[in-house]
C-alpha cells in the first residue's frame, strides 16, 4: 500500500464516521433528582458484652459561649477553633438520649425535649421507631436529672405519658429539690419555670404510681449501677451498665462541649446548681473513666455521644465511636 492510498483510506474512513454521527441523536444530559435535604435517621447502635446500646438524637440547640466559667473568653474560642468550631458563635449542643436492651428489660436514659425548646429539637419518638422500637414497649426510664431537656420527652403533645408501660426512676435528691413547690417558691421569676416543666413531666407517672426515686446503692436492674454525680443538680446522676466485663457510663450533663471542658475540666457551665461542686465531679469522672476505660455516653456530647477518654498531659481528650457493624458484634 503506498501512502496516497493510505491517505485516501483515511479519508474514507474519516467520512463515514461523520455521517454515522450526524444521524445519531443528540446525547441528551438527565438533570439528577432534586437534593434531599433532610438528614438520616438519628440512631446508632453499639454492644456492650450482652446489652444492646442505641444512642437516639433528639436535635441540637445553640448555646451562647459565656454560658461557660472560668476561662477567658479568647481561650474559649481558641479551643473551639482547634476543632473546627465556630469560635465566633453559638456553640451548637447536641440532646441525645440512650435506649439499652438488657435481653430482659428495655431501658431509656433520658427523654430529651420535646417541644420545650424549640424546633431543633425533639425527635426522640420519631428516632426510637427509626431503630425497631415503640415506646409502649420501654419498660424503664431513667432520669440523670430533671431539667426539660431531659424530661419534656416523658409526655406527648397532648400531656399525656408518651411511656404508658414504663416506670420512671430518678434520684432522690434530684426529686426532692425539683419537685418540691417550696423550694420553686423561693427562686427568681425566670427560673421557676424550669420547677414547673419538671413537675408536669413527671404528673402522670405520679398519677399512674409509676414514678419512684432510688438511693445510691439501690438495685434498680441487673447489670445496672447507679452512678450519682451531683453538682450539675443536687441529685444529678449517671448509670453503670455492665455485661460480660464491658461497662458503659451514660453520665448525663458532665459535659456541655467537648472542645471545652475535656482539655479544660475546670470550666463550669452557667446551669450547674453548685459549680465548684460540678467541677470537682467532673474531675473525678474523667479520671475514673479514663483509668477504667470506659465506654462513655454523654447527653451533650456530639452525636452519637458514645466513645472513649483518654488523659492527656493536660486535660483530656474525646475519642468518638467510630462507625462500623464489627462494633455490634456481627
Known amino acids: 500500500m503506498n501512502l496516497s492510498t493510505f491517505r485516501f483510506g483515511a479519508l474514507c474512513r474519516m467520512l463515514v464516521a461523520v455521517a454515522l454521527c450526524m444521524t445519531l441523536p443528540p446525547v441528551v444530559h438527565a438533570e439528577p433528582p432534586a437534593q434531599a435535604k433532610v438528614q438520616a435517621p438519628g440512631f446508632y447502635r453499639v454492644s456492650v458484652g450482652d446489652f444492646e446500646v442505641t444512642a437516639l438524637y433528639d436535635g441540637e440547640v445553640p448555646l451562647p459561649q459565656t454560658t461557660l466559667y472560668g476561662l477567658r473568653a479568647k481561650d474559649i474560642q481558641s479551643l473551639m477553633a482547634s476543632l473546627f468550631q465556630n469560635a465566633a458563635g453559638d456553640m451548637q449542643t447536641a440532646v441525645n438520649a440512650f435506649l439499652i436492651h438488657t435481653g430482659d428489660h428495655l431501658a431509656l436514659v433520658d427523654t430529651g425535649a420535646a417541644e420545650c425548646y424549640g424546633p431543633t429539637l425533639g425527635r426522640i419518638q420519631d428516632n426510637i421507631e427509626a431503630a425497631g422500637y415503640k415506646a409502649e414497649e420501654i419498660d424503664t426510664v431513667l432520669l440523670t436529672h430533671l431539667h426539660a431537656d431531659h424530661t419534656c420527652g416523658l409526655l406527648n403533645q397532648s400531656g399525656t405519658a408518651a411511656f404508658v408501660n414504663a416506670t420512671v426512676r430518678v434520684s432522690e435528691e434530684d426529686a426532692a429539690y425539683w419537685l418540691d ?122 452525636f452519637p455521644g458514645i466513645g472513649h477518654v483518654r488523659a492527656e498531659k493536660k486535660g483530656y481528650r474525646w475519642i468518638p465511636v467510630e462507625f462500623g457493624q464489627s462494633f455490634l458484634g456481627q
Open 181 to 302: 413547690e417550696a423550694i420553686a417558691a423561693q427562686q427568681p421569676e425566670a427560673s421557676r419555670f424550669v420547677f414547673r416543666l419538671a413537675r408536669a413531666a413527671v404528673a402522670p407517672y405520679i398519677a399512674a404510681g409509676k414514678f419512684k426515686t432510688w438511693r445510691a446503692g439501690d438495685t434498680l436492674l441487673p447489670g445496672l449501677t447507679t452512678a450519682p454525680s451531683p453538682g450539675h443538680t443536687p441529685g444529678h446522676s449517671g448509670y453503670l451498665f455492665s455485661s460480660k466485663g464491658e461497662n458503659l457510663l451514660v453520665w448525663g450533663d458532665l459535659i456541655h462541649n467537648h472542645a471545652v471542658q475535656f482539655p479544660r475540666p475546670e470550666v463550669s457551665f452557667e446551669f450547674d446548681s453548685d459549680r465548684p461542686q460540678a467541677v470537682a465531679t467532673r474531675k473525678k469522672v474523667l479520671a475514673d473513666a479514663a483509668k477504667n476505660r470506659l465506654i462513655v455516653a454523654g447527653a451533650h456530647l456530639p
